[in-house]
């Protein structure tokens, strides 16, 4: 049950009579509309519930709004706030647009691809002409050349994704030629990409080792809200765009709340709710609160203020983005609206605070994935993970996410390393569990980092890491591989699949892989290539090698896996980059520490 139980089930249930009745008892603008549009006249919002919102993100959007309903009601009962849902064929069927009163269009969060693919063509023109109409994408005036009535769109967390031009899921590229994109495309009321989920935060495709598929997270507004795989920019591929040092700044970009606790690869301050024009685009989910249903938080993760507080700050922001001014119930705790970035840098690693490195003027970058005792584990934003334009493997991330501490609550910050075991050194580590039926690669990438451009400079790298691989042959016909038990256990540890006349077949190495490279260029050097067989052990390497007088490097980590297997897992720790002034200005890329290859 949700928070005050018998006041919101009352709510609810008188909310679902309004919407039962509004159809056969309200006045419709059959004008509006095509076949059977059931939008009232007199609305003003419009919440989706096309297939594809979520069982919890339906329950969060009504609750809301029943609640700012009451806050606008009459004595005698009437409700000025007049607010309704449309499913896609409602969605279809009314020409939004045309509908004067109705200035906010509300897309709640759940399933963004099959959101798209409910509403189809008509529907998502529908919405987009509702949006334009006074966004000045398209025109400022309605066909009689007056002005057009205000309008907003207000999207959360997948309703964040459905208004981009495009977008990243989790180190994947999903573009016009992806899945249905090109029938279905996104709205593109934000003409950029973002991306998600933030697997730093938790991975919402994959979830926990208890489902759970959400984090309570900081915001920079000092509010506490829920993350469940909503998008941002900055975070890893997708361009930085409301940063003026960005070369894709565009000045149209306004951040209005900020992640406390995480950051991007390409900004120190990452989005968590944006402005573009008018539409309101949450990667958190204010609107949130406890509920039952099997993708709701577990009762009492947010308190009752901090629910009633969110929903206040929610709700000015969404009277500004449409016009609207509805009352707003005052709530225990006030809402803030300080927009202010909360980092001026990036956080100094935890590495570099240690007795080992602190002070090491030596050092050009380390990572010991490593955090003091209640410091937020804010994940891998040192490095970049890989892009694909296919279906690739779970991306890198940290042993922090609660899916590595099977035996601990969520948020709790306890538990054991059951799978992978224990961290070198510290209490936590880089991992990639790649999770495929074929052959990828799965990359981590250092910044650009800054070298004293000398020929008598020399490199030492050093890391720790372990693994295992269960390799799976990846061939087409081959004959002897299904006659033979020898051959296939052969092959099997091999993994390679040997061409035979009138058959096909392909070698395919499974592994890991560290590289460096110089001066921004993609001529990568091997510092060690192994095949990994050994779960539970920590392997040291150290390479020393000359800087050819660059005047940066980037160092790179390759997890590469042909097997579907639970258990198949690349780790990484205690990673760090020393200059050393050296006269060996003749030593090779890689003078010593060479792996076996694959």
């Not at 069982?55 to 309704?84: C, E, H, M």
């Not at 509300?106 to 063509?121: C, H, V, W």
């Not at 602190?358 to 209640?374: N, R």
Request: hydrophobic residues 35%.
């Amino acid at each position: 049950m949700r928070w005050f139980p018998l006041l919101l089930a009352v709510g609810l249930l008188d909310g679902a009579a309004v919407l039962k009745t509004s159809a056969s008892a309200g006045t419709k603008n059959s004008a509006a509309g095509v076949g059977d549009c059931p939008l009232r006249d007199d609305t003003s919002i419009v919440y989706s519930l096309a297939t594809g919102v979520g069982p919890g993100s339906r329950i969060w959007v009504q609750d809301f709004l029943w609640w700012w309903a009451q806050a606008n009601t009459l004595p005698n009962g009437t409700s000025l706030l007049k607010y309704q849902a449309l499913d896609e064929a409602g969605i279809q069927n009314c020409k939004l647009s045309q509908f004067s009163n109705l200035r906010l269009f509300i897309n709640p969060g759940g399933n963004a691809y099959d959101q798209l693919t409910a509403l189809g063509e008509t529907g998502v023109q529908n919405v987009r002409d509702f949006v334009w109409r006074s966004a000045g994408q398209q025109s400022e005036s309605d066909t009689n050349g007056t002005a057009a009535p205000q309008s907003g769109y207000a999207g959360f967390c997948a309703g964040g994704y459905m208004a981009a031009h495009d977008f990243i899921w989790e180190s994947m590229y999903e573009g016009v030629d992806y899945y249905n994109f090109r029938k279905d495309p996104p709205f593109n009321f934000v003409p950029h990409t973002v991306e998600g989920s933030l697997v730093d935060l938790t991975d919402d495709q994959f979830g926990d080792q208890f489902g759970y598929q959400y984090r309570l997270v900081n915001v920079s507004n000092g509010h506490q809200m829920f993350y469940y795989g909503g998008s941002s920019f900055g975070y890893n591929g997708a361009p930085a765009v409301h940063e003026p040092a960005s070369p894709d700044y565009d000045p149209l970009m306004e951040v209005v709340l900020y992640y406390t606790d995480f950051y991007g690869h390409l900004t120190f301050n990452l989005p968590a709710a944006w402005k573009y024009r008018n539409a309101f685009l949450t990667s958190i989910h204010a609107e949130a609160d406890n509920c039952s249903v099997y993708d709701c938080p577990t009762e009492g993760s947010i308190p009752v203020n901090n629910i009633l507080q969110n929903r206040a700050w929610l709700a000015e922001h969404l009277n500004n983005i449409s016009g609207l001014s509805y009352k707003i119930p005052t709530v225990p705790l006030p809402p803030s609206f300080d927009t202010t970035p909360p980092h001026s840098s990036y956080p100094t690693p935890h590495c570099r605070r240690t007795a080992r490195h602190q002070g090491d003027v030596q050092l050009v970058f380390c990572d010991d994935f490593d955090t003091d005792a209640g410091e937020v584990a804010s994940g891998l934003w040192q490095w970049q993970r890989n892009q694909s334009n296919d279906m690739s493997s779970q991306p890198w991330n940290t042993t922090f996410l609660d899916a590595w501490k099977p035996d601990a609550q969520p948020g709790s910050g306890g538990g054991t390393l059951t799978n992978f075991g224990s961290a070198q050194s510290g209490n936590g580590w880089a991992v990639a569990v790649p999770m495929s039926d074929k052959s990828q690669a799965v990359t981590i990438t250092t910044h650009h980092l800054e070298l004293v451009p000398t020929s008598t400079q020399t490199l030492n790298v050093s890391f720790y890491y372990k693994g295992m691989f269960h390799c799976r042959v990846m061939c087409n016909h081959c004959e002897n591989f299904t006659k033979s038990a020898k051959f296939r256990a052969l092959y099997f540890v091999a993994c390679m699949c040997e061409p035979r006349t009138g058959n096909t077949g392909s070698r395919v190495g499974s592994g890991f892989i560290a590289s460096a490279a110089y001066d921004g260029l993609d001529d990568w050097y091997t510092i060690l290539s192994t095949r990994l067989a050994d779960a539970t052990t920590w392997q040291y390497h150290s390479a020393v090698f000359a800087s050819k007088a660059a005047s940066s490097m980037r160092l790179k980590f390759t997890c590469i896996t042909s097997a579907n297997a639970s258990d198949n897992f690349c780790g990484v720790d205690t990673v760090a980059v020393s200059a050393v002034a050296s006269a060996a200005s003749a030593m090779s890329p890689i003078e010593q520490g060479r792996g076996s290859t694959l």
